[in-house]
């Protein structure tokens, strides 16, 4: 948009993005267990032992929060790359 011709910047414009992709998503899991949808991924879930039903009822338990973690740990890699 401004211009820029720099391979870096592009580099940490790509990390931002999905950095900013993933905490979109973790916020608005909420929202959509809600409406009895789950856009996490099943393999992360499926690690620690959690299933869809477990968000849609909003269990707390230790594995869905760490789900939650491990995904969240994912956008701050992307964070630290960017730096």
Same mark, same amino acid.
């Given at each position: 948009i +401004?211009?820029? @011709? !720099?391979?870096? =910047? *592009?580099? =940490?414009?790509?990390?931002?993005? @999905?950095?900013?992709?993933? $905490? &979109? /998503?973790l916020r608005?899991?909420?929202?959509?267990? &809600?409406?009895?949808?789950?856009?996490?991924? %099943? !393999?992360? /879930? %499926? +690690?620690?032992? $959690?299933?869809?039903? *477990?968000?849609i #009822?909003?269990?707390?338990? @230790?594995?869905? #929060? !760490?789900?939650?973690? *491990?995904? =969240?740990?994912?956008?701050?890699?992307?964070?630290?790359?960017? #730096?």
């Open positions: +401004l211009g820029v @011709k !720099d391979i870096h =910047a *592009d580099h =940490a414009a790509s990390h931002i993005g @999905k950095a900013q992709g993933i $905490v &979109t /998503c608005a899991t909420p929202y959509h267990c &809600t409406r009895q949808k789950v856009f996490l991924p %099943m !393999d992360i /879930c %499926m +690690l620690h032992g $959690v299933s869809q039903e *477990d968000f #009822r909003g269990k707390q338990e @230790k594995n869905v #929060r !760490d789900v939650i973690y *491990d995904i =969240a740990s994912q956008a701050h890699i992307h964070l630290e790359h960017v #730096r």
